[in-house]
């Protein structure tokens, strides 16, 4: 297969891995981050200690994050139905992508939480802040270094757990791969393929260190 045949097909790969990474990383944002701050919230010493809604989160967290992505991504076949109208393509792969990256990132927001310092929290309790002022004005900016961090990891998870989703017909480069690198037997595209896929991760990597670097030194 020749430069000219390969190129358009990379394209589109690449395209389809970044409208899943893209809107996966988006919901899981959106899911795990309320997550990570209720099982960080809801713990011995926490802001609004809850010993029994701590346990049962980290039950959920814990079941969720053990699950190898090939069997969750099956599993959630009917919960994809029922979300997207499909069980194929690549609106259909994001359910899993984010299902899959919820529980992993709500540990490393509790992780990042963790790490602000309790005086930091006593001093805006003692002036007076609230609990969810403490949360938004205090904690979050404290620690959103970790949380970046913990982004980046997730994100470069998720390009990761997005190479399996041709399993369901998801596309994208692992699709790719597959089809043409296994499959068909063209060994150059197969290497092309793996290729850009190292190339996502080191500039996915490479722009997260970046961006938590320069916030843990503002």
Known sequence: MTWSEMSPLLWEATGQTAVMVGWSTLFTVLFGLPLGVCLAGTDRGGLFPAPVVWRVLGLVVNVGRSLPFIVLMIAVIPVTRVLTGTTIGTAAAVVPLTIGAV??????????????????????????????????????????????????????????????????????????AVRYGYQRFETTLMVVTVVVLVVVVQLAQTVGDAVARRLSHR
């Open 103 to 176: 529980p992993f990132f709500a540990r490393l927001v509790e992780t990042a939480l963790r790490e602000v310092g309790r005086d930091v929290v006593q001093a805006a309790e003692a002036m007076g802040a609230d609990r969810v002022t403490i949360v938004t004005r205090v904690l979050l900016p404290e620690a959103l270094p970790g949380l970046v961090a913990g982004l980046t990891v997730t994100v470069v998870t998720l390009i990761s757990y997005s190479a399996m989703a041709g399993v369901i017909g998801g596309g994208g480069l692992g699709d790719l």
